[in-house]
């Protein structure tokens, strides 16, 4: 079964400070990687995802996420946060292998990093 | 265009007690997926429905089980509720296919007494 590991929990940056938050996978098959997003008060809602072609992927608000394979990790970057970035950002994987055909795919989630942005 | 709604918003029960919870997909959408997020974790996939099939299952046992009705939309059923199924319960909505967003509610909070 696969498994994602977020390794911080919760990260406090300054407005214009550069962001990378770190995610690496479980996984011994080929993956579809997304990242998922929680601003207070609101629902799950995604930033970006990879499926398969350049590593790097562009998402919306200015995030981007490079997948490297061999290192099984998919971190989140955004060259200068601002203060509306603060939330919580999940991580999270599906395998190919497991869609049945039928239906959607099921996605696995990392336990999240809480971001929290000092104006 | 209303997006996924899930109700109740937030629910008290004790042990022992059965719970149904419902869920609308967006408009359009025919599959409808299942999360637990239990506090401080990420959300763990429940089941997933399509053609009012259950399709996928995770690892949760028999006391979860659900149901979606011809109009797409779905309940989530937990029977001898236990202390640690206190969470907040999550519904995506999607179209059918591997590459399709899954669009999420805004979850109903669940607190097992």
């Known amino acids: 079964a696969q498994s994602v590991s977020q390794h911080n929990h919760h990260v406090i940056l300054s407005e214009a400070a550069s962001l990378e938050l770190g995610c690496n996978y479980s996984?011994?098959?080929?993956?579809?990687l997304f990242w998922y997003v929680q601003y207070p008060g609101q629902h799950l809602q995604l930033l970006l995802k990879?499926?398969?072609?350049?590593?790097l992927v562009k998402g919306i608000k200015g995030f981007e996420a490079e997948f490297i394979k061999s290192k099984f990790s998919f971190n989140l970057r955004k060259p200068s946060v601002q203060w509306s970035d603060t939330a919580e950002y999940f991580c999270?994987?599906?395998?190919?292998?497991?869609?049945?055909?039928?239906?959607?795919?099921?996605?696995?989630f990392g336990k999240g990093t809480k971001l929290s942005v000092i104006p | 265009d209303a997006g996924v709604t899930q109700s109740p918003t937030h629910l008290i029960k004790t042990r022992g007690q059965q719970v149904t919870l419902r869920c609308s997909p967006k408009?359009?959408?025919?599959?409808v997926s299942w999360y637990q997020q239990a506090l401080g974790q990420g959300p763990q996939f429940i089941f997933q429905?399509?053609?009012?099939?259950?399709?996928q299952r995770g690892n949760f046992p028999d006391r979860f089980s659900g149901h979606q009705f011809p109009n797409y939309s779905s309940e989530l059923n937990v029977n001898a509720l236990l202390l640690g199924d206190s969470a907040l319960y999550l519904c995506?909505?999607?179209?059918?296919?591997?590459?399709?967003?899954?669009?999420f509610g805004p979850g109903t909070r669940l607190t097992v007494l």
């Open positions: 995506a909505s999607s179209w059918a296919g591997m590459y399709n967003e899954q669009f």
């Open positions: 996984y011994g098959g080929t993956v579809n």
């Open positions: 990879y499926f398969s072609g350049d590593p």
């Open positions: 999270a994987v599906s395998a190919p292998r497991l869609y049945s055909g039928a239906g959607s795919y099921q996605l696995t």
């Open positions: 408009s359009g959408h025919d599959t």
């Open positions: 429905y399509y053609e009012e099939e259950e399709r």
